[in-house]
């Protein structure tokens, strides 16, 4: 079995190479499984695309018609919170060179559905980061609170068993362009 080194830089290359631009159908299946569990104001969380990501802010243009509160990360010291983010509304740079809102008193939100950036995903959900722990410390310690955590992937991203350990976090969803699975 690779190490989880070895699979970053091959999965990393790999994105670079087979990357493309998405169109907002792509996320059809999963707005199935935002209506399914829709609330009054859904709080949904996504990430601000780098390094060949997924474009998750094209799915802004499927959700304006929900009400919804869209949420970026932002780096707390060594934690990883969620903040209420506008479309157009400026971001900063945090240490990693990821944009984020700035943090307005404090003021940060447990989402619904949580959006995730990942470098591959293997059969049992669970995914492969890029080594911080951010998102799995997120999970891991917010685990009795009820939301949904969807990978976000191209399905070349897909690998056959990620190498996990206790602290690792099962997603409950991957989405590609091949559609969502549980």
């Not at 699979?7 to 087979?18: A, G």
Request: with cysteine; net charge positive.
């Amino acid at each position: 079995m690779h190490s989880k080194s070895f699979l970053r830089k091959k999965f990393y290359n790999i994105r670079k190479r087979k990357y493309f631009e998405i169109e907002s159908t792509f996320f059809n299946p999963l707005l199935k499984l935002i209506k399914k569990g829709k609330k009054k104001k859904l709080k949904i969380a996504l990430y601000h695309p780098i390094n060949y990501e997924v474009n998750v802010l094209k799915i802004l243009e499927k959700i304006k018609n929900i009400e919804s509160m869209i949420l970026l990360p932002v780096l707390i010291g060594k934690v990883m919170k969620f903040s209420l983010w506008k479309r157009n509304q400026p971001l900063v740079i945090n240490k990693f060179g990821v944009l984020e809102p700035a943090l307005v008193n404090n003021k940060c939100y447990l989402p619904d559905i949580i959006l995730v950036p990942l470098l591959a995903f293997d059969n049992n959900n669970y995914r492969l980061g890029y080594g911080k722990g951010y998102y799995d410390k997120y999970i891991c310690m917010n685990k009795k609170k009820k939301f949904v955590t969807v990978g976000i992937a191209f399905s070349f991203q897909k690998y056959n068993k990620i190498p996990i350990k206790n602290f690792d976090a099962k997603l409950d969803y991957v989405l590609s362009e091949k559609g969502l699975k549980k």
